[in-house]
């Protein structure tokens, strides 16, 4: 059997598919869910315990003595400021190893990671769980991009990759060859409602998603699901293309009939070399 997998649990459907995951193979496992994050549904009828993002040493405690093992971080999280975190002594001591610049990007994705790898839990991606929501290369569906889609994916990938060495953000929205916006703090759900506001006339645009060059794999990989597919279509997009391989798609089935449905073409593509 394999070993009992803790779950970090941010907001989001992506915690909730693990614990289903779980439940279908008949793995063990536990839901550490964040306060303020998590969504009640994502424990609903699992077992768990609810932690405050700055308690890094009760969160420690609670994994060791459910007999954790293995460790997966899902789910998004809101950058926070320090005194939102109200850091407990295992934090801060965190915290001063990395510096606050650091704080909520990805060196201290790395830092978190190595400071739980200490302890003797072992990271796993989750992608190594859910093996099939890894975006493929290829068409989601019906729709595929024209040629005036195509060039703003390709300008989309550029934009990403350069948003991502400067690590701030896996998305952006390309409209006719115009960056419509880029995701930031704000996360890619209000990054996409707030281009519906200015898009510009004719063909719509497309959201593109990547990871970051540098980027932890084993934490906050690029994700759309259902939701995205959603917004997408309300802000007037014509289409999403994320990296294949390198993100992650939720609810496959579920995501596919529905860009059919309102017209959206889901593309997964291999990042320009």
Do not use: N
Not at 35 to 64: F, N, Q, S, Y
Not at 119 to 137: H, S, Y
Not at 225 to 231: A, D, K, N
């Amino acid at each position: 059997m394999a070993p009992k997998l803790g779950i970090v649990a941010g907001g989001g459907a992506l915690p909730a598919k693990l614990a289903q995951k779980c439940r279908e193979i008949g793995r063990p496992y536990f839901v550490l869910a964040i306060e303020g994050e998590a969504e009640a549904a994502t424990v609903a009828g699992a077992p768990h315990a609810w932690i405050r993002l700055g308690a890094a040493g009760a969160g420690i405690k609670l994994l060791k003595e459910q007999g954790v093992v293995e460790l997966v971080m899902a789910g998004a999280l809101k950058r926070p400021s320090l005194s939102s975190l109200r850091p407990d002594w295992r934090a801060a001591k965190l915290y001063a190893k990395v510096g606050l610049r650091a704080l909520g990007d990805d060196g201290l994705l790395t830092a978190v990671i190595k400071e739980l790898e200490s302890e003797g839990f072992t990271l796993v991606g989750v992608d190594t769980v859910l093996t099939d929501a890894v975006a493929f290369e290829g068409l989601y569906g019906r729709h595929r991009p024209d040629a005036q889609a195509e060039v703003d994916i390709a300008h989309g990938f550029r934009v990403v990759e350069t948003l991502g060495v400067l690590d701030i953000g896996q998305a952006a929205i390309v409209q006719q060859g115009v960056v419509l916006g880029v995701e930031a703090i704000e996360g890619t759900d209000a990054l996409i409602r707030r281009c519906g506001e200015w898009r510009r006339e004719g063909p719509g645009g497309v959201l593109v998603k990547a990871k970051k060059p540098e980027q932890e794999r084993r934490a906050d990989l690029p994700t759309i699901g259902p939701q995205t597919i959603e917004l997408a279509h309300q802000a007037g997009l014509r289409g999403i293309a994320i990296e294949a391989g390198g993100s992650l798609v939720i609810d496959r089935e579920t995501v596919t009939a529905l860009a059919d449905k309102l017209g959206l073409f889901v593309i997964g593509c291999r990042k320009p070399s």
